[in-house]
């Protein structure tokens, strides 16, 4: 039987990359990269070869093997495995580039930052000042081939071939012997007497000295080229010449060199040290403190490394929404950071984070969410968006708050693409139904509208029918201005989804309609889009051969190419009318809730409805509109998203559970064929329906205009002669099929009527008879 004895190298848990060596500190060791065998993560190797004769080399990298897995600190080279055999040595550290390789390749990059550049030397004296101070070691090798840098930028102190103790424990120190390395050494170290009053740290901080030369201006060709300081900084420059100074008592302390460098206007005074030191300490943070720095962090990112970013920041701020309740304040600086990341490496690291986000009841976190969609949407697949994120989206369409619905409606423009054909053509319009017909706030109208016309090619051929022609007739008979815009550029661009028997029959009558409108930019667009719809027919009918391919996308399936032309129709609506509602919520904070608190019923069918009293507001013309969106609608937006965290928007369960107690699911969901369908409530458009009570008009607000609000209001005026006119002669105010409708409604009124008639004459009678006959006793013959 034969036993053959196992190879140590070939059962390390870890291997070498083939490749060159990618040099390490001058001396016997190789640094090579190499990754782990189980898992594949990377990792750099040292390798020292033992040699017949070199019993004295073999014992400084025993010594420095010994040193390394012994020593942990945040600043010192992080020691993982090792091997050690008769024939050679293997060190495990961390994935990591030697300074002088790293600082090269930055270089043809285009150059390190001074930022980066202070607070790798943070690290590294905050090393020496660990080893020394703490450790009572010298370190006797600080150079730039000592030093090296992970994947985060962070710089590591190496080389801890020929450290010795300060106290002498363990004798003097060890003996080079090698040029590259002895050029670094103090000039007081020529000098063997004991005359010289040095400190234990003096002869490190003068090798930092000339690290500190190494890393500005190159490599050092002799000691009497630090005189130069060459290109270093002027903020470092005193504390560059301290270290360097020929009188070794002088030299400050690792400690102390850190403090000068961080007084006010020195080297390392800047945010990013700043950041980084709080990163370092954030654990044992308040969470006022964590807070505040998240919220700075956000202006400072796009100053700081890519590198640092990836691998520093964005594990701390995953770290702080999974364990630190961060809440909302994550999100910016979160999707900043996820733009530096590959797609792999968001799928893996930023979406399972967004998803949970979505499910909180935090309303700040939901809104900022919604906001910037726009960031994260493309890495979201089909079965996400349908299963863990529209089903909590769609509960801001019943927010009490209309920032909340409005950030939501505008959210559906992304979304819209990645819904089911269930969510899309049958959820998603009930609420759009609901919002353009019963929602108080008119740029929430406007928008709902903006937003069917741009997710319209998306619908089914036949929710298209049923629902774009009836929805922007309502659009075209909403009091406010820019909702009855929106309705006639949603017609114009979807004019290819139309037959043209509905272009003749539905559409140019009811925008007829509105070539008679108070504001002349509805004029405007109305007749632009009466010319555009003439002309279809027109050319149709000079060369019928033309219908089919005119209609060709009347019953074809979804095309999204249309959403292009769309986002170009009504752009204004969604940017300008936005800071319309920010207005809104800042001058009326307190009143927006309660008045949105429970969606009213509409009036039981016999019950008179109240008379639209008009309500004397301050004026808003459609020059001014034009004015806001051009001016002001840009800075609002972002002053808007700055003061989300201003306001108390409160918890969405409580929300929730107070629809819930004011009011019973069934009436709420059940009740949408009586409510919001598209079928009916939009194809009975009126602009003269009541408002509900407690709910204000559009035109009650002051939008921020200049004129005094005792003037007339076009809206008021526009809803007042509405009601002085007759029905049935207003065509431009009403549906087509209202007058049908209005006739089937009298002819049930009045069958109720006769039906009511006829119960109180049988009444009558019943009770007249048993007067006349008087009761009966109990026993009693009845005579002839």
């Not at 028997?501 to 539905?506: S, V």
Request: glycine fraction near 6%.
């Amino acid at each position: 039987m034969w036993f053959f004895a196992r190879d140590p190298v070939r059962d390390f848990p870890f291997e070498l990359i083939p490749e060159l060596p990618e040099g390490g500190p001058p001396g016997p060791w190789a640094l090579h990269r190499g990754r782990k065998k189980a898992t594949g993560s990377p990792v750099s190797i040292f390798v020292y070869d033992v040699k017949p004769g070199a019993e004295e080399q073999t014992q400084v990298a025993k010594a420095a093997f010994k040193r390394l897995k012994t020593l942990r600190h945040p600043n010192i080279l992080a020691y993982i495995d090792g091997l050690e055999t008769e024939k050679c040595l293997h060190v495990v550290t961390e994935a990591v580039t030697p300074l002088g390789m790293y600082l090269k390749a930055r270089v043809e990059a285009g150059g390190l930052k001074e930022l980066e550049i202070s607070w790798g030397l943070h690290q590294i004296v905050k090393a020496l000042s660990f080893l020394v101070n703490d450790c009572s070691l010298i370190h006797n090798n600080v150079c730039m081939a000592a030093v090296f840098v992970d994947r985060a930028g962070e710089w590591k102190l190496g080389g801890l071939d020929y450290m010795y103790s300060a106290q002498g424990i363990g004798g003097g120190p060890p003996r080079k012997g090698i040029p590259e390395l002895e050029q670094y050494d103090p000039p007081e170290l020529a000098d063997s007497s004991d005359r010289v009053v040095r400190e234990k740290w003096s002869a490190d901080m003068w090798r930092l000295g000339c690290l500190i030369w190494e890393v500005f201006n190159g490599p050092l060709p002799r000691a009497a080229a630090l005189r130069n300081p060459g290109k270093i900084p002027k903020s470092l420059v005193p504390h560059y010449c301290e270290l360097v100074g020929a009188n070794p008592k002088v030299r400050p302390n690792p400690a102390r060199f850190l403090q000068n460098c961080r007084a006010p206007g020195g080297f390392m005074s800047n945010r990013f040290v700043e950041t980084n030191l709080f990163l370092e300490e954030i654990q044992i943070k308040e969470p006022a403190e964590k807070q505040k720095f998240f919220q700075e962090l956000n202006k400072s990112l796009d100053t700081f490394p890519e590198d640092f970013c990836r691998h520093k920041v964005l594990p701390q701020l995953l770290t702080a929404f999974e364990f630190g309740n961060a809440g909302a304040v994550v999100l910016t600086p979160l999707f900043k950071v996820g733009k530096f990341l590959s797609a792999e490496e968001y799928q893996h690291k930023i979406i399972p984070v967004v998803v949970k986000m979505f499910s909180s009841t935090d309303r700040a976190m939901r809104i900022r969410l919604l906001q910037q969609m726009e960031q994260f949407i493309q890495y979201l697949d089909e079965p996400t968006v349908n299963t863990q994120i529209f089903p909590h989206v769609v509960h801001g369409f019943l927010d009490t708050n209309p920032a909340i619905r409005e950030q939501t409606v505008k959210s559906m423009l992304l979304l819209a693409p990645k819904l089911s054909e269930t969510n899309l053509n049958v959820e998603l319009m009930k609420h759009f139904a609901r919002l353009q017909a019963k929602d108080e706030q008119g740029p929430i109208r406007c928008n709902t509208t903006v937003c069917l016309g741009k997710i319209g090619s998306y619908l089914s051929a036949s929710t298209r029918h049923r629902v774009l022609t009836s929805a922007f007739s309502r659009a075209m008979k909403d009091p406010f201005a820019p909702s009855r815009v929106a309705g006639v550029l949603g017609f114009a661009a979807t004019h290819n989804l139309y037959s043209m028997n509905d272009c003749a029959h539905k559409i140019l009558p009811v925008l007829c309609g509105l070539t008679v409108d108070p504001e002349k930019s509805v004029r405007d667009q109305a007749f632009k889009a009466i010319r555009s719809f003439l002309s279809k027919l027109e050319s149709v009918s000079e060369d019928p051969t033309q219908l089919e391919e005119v209609e060709k996308d009347v019953h074809a399936a979804s095309s999204p190419g249309v959403g292009g032309a769309a986002a170009s129709w009504a752009g204004w609506a969604v940017t300008g009318v936005s800071s319309l509602t920010s207005k809104l919520i800042r001058a009326h904070p307190t009143t927006a809730p309660t008045e949105t608190n429970v969606p009213q019923r509409p009036t039981p069918e016999g019950v008179p409805a109240p008379a639209l009293t008009p309500v004397p507001a301050t004026p808003t013309t459609s020059s001014h509109w034009e004015t806001q969106e051009e001016d002001k609608d840009t800075a609002e937006d972002h002053s808007a998203a700055d003061r989300w965290d201003d306001e108390d928007w409160g918890s969405l369960e409580v929300s929730n559970s107070h629809h819930k107690s004011s009011k019973s699911p069934e009436s709420d969901w059940s009740s949408w064929e009586v409510e919001g369908s598209w079928e009916q409530g939009w194809q009975e458009p009126s602009s003269q329906e009541p408002p509900s009570e407690g709910m204000r008009l559009a035109s009650e607000y002051n939008w921020g205009g200049s004129e005094s609000s005792d003037k007339g209001d076009p809206f008021a005026t526009l809803s007042a002669r509405a009601n002085t006119q007759p029905r049935p002669d207003s065509w431009g105010e009403d549906n087509w099929e209202g007058l049908e409708i209005e006739s089937r409604q009298a002819k049930a009124e009045l069958a109720r009527k006769k039906r009511e008639e006829r119960r109180r004459e049988m009444e009558a009678k019943r009770a007249e008879k048993k007067a006349a006959k008087g009761p009966m006793k109990l026993g009693a013959r009845k005579l002839d």
